[in-house]
């Protein structure tokens, strides 16, 4: 049977639409396994979807060649280069390190392929439980790190004149961390406005990380499900007669991986003016990946500068670990206190090394402006009471934030009473501002001093030791000539009469002696 030339024609043309098909669905093949089906190398990401409504992503950026893997690996704050590699395809190990100021953090991950699938493993710290998750390909260049943002030239951020004495409030971080929403807040703006703190001075009630969603169309910033109405539970808090603050970063990503102010400080101080918040926390968190500990000065700097314009004063609390030596310029950004340490945790050890670190930062506060040796934990269960009152009262001599961070809605009279104790809060609010000092160390006994309005003196006795001891404050090593006629002590509630040269306390494992001294 003899072909006419059309039906040649097509079916020619139909071999050539099959060859080349079948070409374009090889190459698509290949291209798929060169990018994720044959080895590591592409852009891969592990979601974790939160109940808020976020979705918690690690991102692997990895480039296989042979055995050798490189790359990045970014997970919330952290952006870690691989810098070795080894194993094979059944479970590579790779170790990952990052710069975190001048300090160097390294974790391990096992990756290895799975069909299309990487399988990821790695824990937290060494000896932390094992966290296991599977990536997907990621479209190319998602997750990646942005580029740093031009810093403004170091100018002095006018004074905001708030926080002329120690901010007093509330603050979210410690004890719901992540667990925080609308209810939980109104519930402590209640307790605060019932249960006495508002009358001794604690006024601000601050929302920490993980309140972000992302951001819209315009690039404002939009709050997550546990928070559906930033405008009406701030004027919620507001009708309590109480203030509310906020907490943003730096960098792309806030210390939690929620959304950060790189590259939106004005709108986003536009946003909190307009949604009614009156104070900020700023922390550092992911713009350790973009900007040294040197920059970090500039950086603070165009968030005071946003907060000036935002039209609404917003108390500005620094938060970089007391990196930088931030004593010497957060006053200069606008800040109206700065973190001098890492974060606290709720245990003697912690609370102890924190407080009684803090000697020689006194010069650098003043009214306006104050060290933040973090936020309390009185109450949250990790301590006594006795060692609940040396926290309250290392800070008050400090002249520090008195933010609490138990739940206020659920506190023992013994704790409701450390926290609310007026005349040990007089000591941290007093109009001189200045800070007090170690004015001896004898093994675990410890005296400080602080100077208050009208010449008087804070003085505490502090018995670091396991075992009750007697502590002797002699007159002449805070600068008196004479026996002070007048002497309180803080704790008691009662009036003292002192003789001679010196005043002498048994003290306990961990507990203090505070008196207040005058002519
Ligand atoms: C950092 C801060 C803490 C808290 C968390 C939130 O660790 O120092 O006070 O804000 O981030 O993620």
Same mark, same amino acid.
């Given at each position: 049977m003899r072909m006419g030339r059309d039906m040649k024609m097509s079916l020619h043309r139909l071999r050539f639409q099959t060859i080349e098909s079948r070409t374009r669905a090889l190459f698509f093949l290949f291209l798929a396994a060169s990018c994720h089906?044959?080895?590591?190398t592409g852009n891969w990401v592990a979601r974790d979807p939160q109940p808020d409504g976020t979705s918690r992503d690690t991102y692997l950026d990895l480039k296989q060649e042979g055995s050798r893997i490189r790359g990045h690996i970014r997970v919330t704050q952290y952006y870690y280069n691989v810098v070795e590699s080894t194993g094979g395809p059944d479970n590579f190990t790779l170790i990952c390190s990052m710069m975190d100021g001048h300090n160097e953090r390294r974790v391990e991950y096992q990756v290895k392929l799975v069909g299309d699938e990487v399988h990821v493993a790695t824990r937290r710290?060494?000896?932390s439980e094992l966290i296991e998750m599977v990536a997907h390909p990621a479209p190319p260049g998602e997750g990646t790190l942005p580029q740093r943002l031009p810093l403004p030239e170091p100018h002095a951020v006018p004074?905001?004149?708030?926080a002329r004495t120690p901010p007093m409030g509330w603050n /979210?971080?410690?004890?719901?961390?992540?667990? &925080?929403d609308d209810a939980a807040l109104r519930a402590i703006a209640d307790a605060m406005a019932s249960n006495g703190m508002k009358e001794v001075g604690y006024e601000y009630v601050n929302i920490d990380d993980t309140w972000q969603a992302g951001r819209d169309a315009q690039g404002n910033i939009t709050s997550n499900k546990k928070f559906p109405d930033m405008k009406a539970l701030a004027d919620y808090v507001h009708s309590k007669g109480l203030k509310i603050g906020i907490y943003s970063s730096p960098?792309?990503?806030?210390?939690?991986g929620y959304e950060g102010s790189y590259g939106h400080e004005e709108q986003d101080a536009k946003t909190y003016a307009a949604w009614g918040f009156d104070y900020l926390k700023y922390d550092w968190c992911d713009a350790r990946n973009l900007y040294t500990d040197e920059e970090m000065r500039a950086v603070y700097q165009k968030m005071g500068d946003a907060l000036r314009k935002a039209g609404r004063p917003i108390l500005y609390s620094l938060c970089q670990?007391?990196?930088?030596? &931030?004593?010497?310029w957060g006053a200069l950004v606008g800040g109206n206190a700065w973190r001098t340490t890492g974060d606290i945790r709720d245990s003697w050890d912690s609370m102890s090394k924190i407080g009684f670190s803090q000697?020689?930062?006194?010069?650098?506060?003043?009214p306006g402006h104050w060290n933040d040796p973090d936020m309390l934990e009185i109450g949250?269960?990790?301590?006594n009471d006795d060692e609940y009152k040396t926290h309250m009262t290392l800070w008050s001599i400090l002249a520090a934030p008195l933010l609490a961070g138990n739940d206020?809605?659920?506190? /023992?009279p013994g704790i409701a009473a450390i926290l609310t104790n007026r005349e040990v809060i007089a000591i941290d609010q007093d109009s001189e501002g200045k800070p007090g000092r170690r004015v001896s160390k004898s093994g675990d006994q410890e005296i400080w001093a602080k100077p208050l309005s009208g010449g008087r003196q804070a003085v505490a006795l502090f018995n670091r030791g396991s075992e009750p001891a007697l502590i002797t404050v002699k007159w002449s090593i805070l600068g008196l000539k004479s026996t002070p006629a007048h002497a309180r002590d803080l704790w008691k509630h009662a009036d003292l009469k002192l003789y001679g040269t010196d005043y002498s306390a048994t003290v306990r494992s961990h507990d203090v002696v505070f008196i207040r001294i005058s002519d």
């Open positions: 089906g044959r080895d590591l710290r060494p000896g004074d905001n004149g708030l /979210s971080w410690n004890k719901f961390a992540g667990r &925080v960098g792309p990503k806030t210390c939690a670990y007391g990196r930088a030596e &931030v004593w010497k000697d020689e930062l006194a010069p650098f506060a003043k949250n269960g990790g301590m206020l809605r659920e506190m /023992s």
